[in-house]
C-alpha cells in the first residue's frame, strides 16, 4: 500500500479473503473484470475456514483419534499442533497464489471500512487507500462470542477456539464453557488427546436441536471417552488462582467452583461486523449484528452483498461457497439463483456434520419438527453395532452410534435424518441430495451400494420403517 493519497477503482471490491469471496473474485476475475480483495490479515488468506476453523479442528481431531494410550499426550499434542500449522500455512499459500495469478485481480492487506456507500478506506499502518467500486461484497465471517462473565477477559487461562488450535501446552484438565456443536467437537477432540475434560452448558441439555435419542446416543460416547458434561451449570466468574483458573457456575440453586489448567469458550460465533462502517454505508443490520439481506444476498444497498457468516445464515463454508454462486448470478447470470434454493417446502436441504467420533451428520426435520408440523411420520432407526449389513464399522473398529431416518408416512418422501456413525459426513450428503430431488425411502432403501461401505446401511435401516 502506498500513501493516503492514492485512490483505486475496481469493478468489484470484495472485502474478507473468505471461501465465497475468493472463489467469486477468481470467477469474475477471469471473466475480465477489475476486481481488488481486501483482507485485514496475510495469516487469514483463504478464510477462516483453512486457516482457525474447519481445516485445522478436523486435522487436530484427526490427530487425536490416531493418539495409541503408550503415546505421551503432551509430545503427540505438540507434534499435531506444527503438522496442522504446516497443512494450513500450506494452503493459505496457495489460496493466496489461487487470486495473484489473475491479472485482473488484486489483493490488498489491510482493514476496509465504509467512507460512503460507494466508497471503502483501507488502512494499514499509517497508510490509508481509498477504493471506490461498482459492487461490493462482504465476506467478513464471524469472530467467537466472548460473554461478559467477570474475569473471563483479563484472566491468562480463557481461550477462544481460534487461541486454542495454536497453543502447543496440552491442558491436563480442559474446562468448555458451552455444550453446542463447537464445545462437543473440542471435547472429544482434547479427550483424545489426553485431557480431562468437562463441558459446562447452562441449559438443560447439550444439542438442544436434535431429537433425545441423538442427543442420549452422542452423549453416552463422549461419557465413555471421559468427558464430563454438567448441564443447567452458568458460568458465574473466572479467576485465576497461583498457576489455574477457578470457576464458579451455579446449578440447582448452589454455588460451585472448579479448577482448571485452561478454559475454552464455546459459546458460538457472532457475524464480524464492526468497525466496518455499515451505517456510512446505508447498510442495514440486525439485532444481532447480521448484515441484513434478501435472498438474492443483497443488502439495503442493491450494489452491496453481503455472503457467508456475516449475513446471520447458516455458518458454514460450503454456504458461503453457495452464496458465491447467488452473487455471480446476480452479476452476470440470470438472476434467478437464490437462497429459497436450499430448501423443499418447509425443509432444509443443506447438511451438517459435529465432528466427534464417530460424526453426528444431520439434514431436513427431526422427528420432533416433523410431529410438531403435523405429518405423520414413520421412523426408521437402528445402533450402528446391530446393522449386520454393515460390516466397514466392523472393520474400521467404530461401531458406536446409530442411524434415524424420518419418513413422511403418507408420501413416502424423506423429511430428515440423524447418522450418528463412522462415515456419517459423507453419507448425509446422499441422504441431502435425495431429501432434495425427491427421492423416496423405499428408492434409498433399495439402492444397490458398493460393498463394505457404509452406505449398504441404508438398506438394512430403511427396512424397519414403522
Request: net charge negative; aromatic share 6%; charged share 25%.
Amino acid at each position: 500500500m502506498d500513501t493516503n493519497t492514492d485512490t483505486l477503482h475496481a469493478d468489484l471490491l470484495v472485502i474478507g479473503f473468505g471461501k465465497g469471496g475468493k472463489t467469486l473474485a477468481a470467477n469474475m476475475g477471469r471473466e475480465g473484470k477489475r476486481v481488488i480483495m481486501v483482507e485485514q490479515s496475510d495469516q487469514m488468506y483463504g478464510g477462516t475456514c483453512i486457516n482457525i476453523g474447519c481445516v485445522p479442528t478436523k486435522a487436530l481431531i484427526h490427530q487425536a483419534e490416531q493418539r495409541r494410550e503408550d503415546y505421551r499426550p503432551q509430545e503427540w499434542y505438540q507434534n499435531a499442533v506444527r503438522s496442522t500449522e504446516k497443512l494450513t500455512t500450506l494452503m493459505r499459500e496457495k489460496n493466496f497464489q489461487m487470486l495473484d495469478v489473475i491479472d485482473s485481480v488484486t489483493v490488498i492487506t489491510g482493514r476496509a471500512s465504509f467512507i460512503d456507500a460507494k466508497t471503502v478506506e483501507v488502512t494499514a499502518g499509517e497508510d490509508r487507500l481509498a477504493i471506490s467500486a461498482d459492487t461490493f461484497v462482504i465476506n467478513t465471517g464471524a469472530e467467537p462470542f466472548v460473554p461478559d462473565i467477570p474475569g473471563v477477559h483479563t484472566s491468562n487461562y480463557v481461550y477462544t477456539s481460534t487461541d486454542m488450535i495454536s497453543t502447543t501446552e496440552l491442558p491436563r484438565r480442559l474446562a468448555i464453557v458451552g455444550g453446542g456443536y463447537v464445545g462437543l467437537e473440542f471435547a472429544g477432540m482434547y479427550s483424545h488427546f489426553g485431557s480431562e475434560v468437562t463441558v459446562l452448558e447452562g441449559g438443560p441439555r447439550t444439542m438442544p436441536g436434535e431429537d433425545d435419542d441423538v442427543v442420549t446416543a452422542a452423549v453416552d460416547i463422549l461419557h465413555d471417552q471421559g468427558v464430563t458434561l454438567t448441564t443447567g451449570a452458568r458460568v458465574t466468574e473466572v479467576r485465576d488462582g497461583e498457576d489455574v483458573a477457578v470457576l464458579s457456575y451455579e446449578k440447582d440453586g448452589q454455588t460451585h467452583t472448579m479448577e482448571a489448567d485452561a478454559v475454552l469458550m464455546a459459546l458460538g460465533r457472532v457475524p464480524a461486523t464492526r468497525d466496518l462502517g455499515l451505517d456510512k454505508a446505508g447498510v442495514v443490520t440486525t439485532a444481532r449484528g447480521a448484515i441484513r439481506v434478501d435472498e438474492y444476498l443483497r443488502t439495503s444497498q442493491r450494489h452491496i452483498f453481503a455472503i457467508g457468516d456475516v449475513n446471520g445464515g447458516p455458518q458454514f463454508t460450503y454456504i458461503s461457497f453457495d452464496d458465491h454462486r447467488i452473487v455471480t448470478d446476480q452479476l452476470i447470470g440470470s438472476g434467478l439463483r437464490s437462497t429459497a434454493d436450499r430448501t423443499v417446502g418447509d425443509i432444509s436441504t443443506v447438511p451438517y456434520t459435529v465432528f466427534m467420533t464417530p460424526a453426528l451428520s444431520r439434514v431436513g426435520l427431526t422427528e420432533r419438527q416433523a410431529s410438531e408440523s403435523g405429518r405423520q411420520v414413520k421412523i426408521a432407526t437402528k445402533p450402528v453395532a446391530q446393522v449386520a449389513a454393515m460390516p466397514r464399522a466392523k472393520i474400521v473398529e467404530e461401531t458406536r452410534g446409530l442411524m434415524k431416518f424420518v419418513v413422511d408416512a403418507d408420501t413416502d418422501q424423506i423429511l430428515g435424518a440423524a447418522l450418528l456413525s463412522v462415515d456419517s459426513q459423507e453419507l448425509i450428503n446422499l441422504v441431502a441430495f435425495a431429501i432434495k430431488h425427491g427421492v423416496t425411502a423405499t428408492e434409498l432403501r433399495d439402492g444397490i451400494y458398493t460393498h463394505p461401505s457404509s452406505t449398504e446401511a441404508f438398506n438394512e435401516v430403511l427396512a424397519t420403517l414403522s
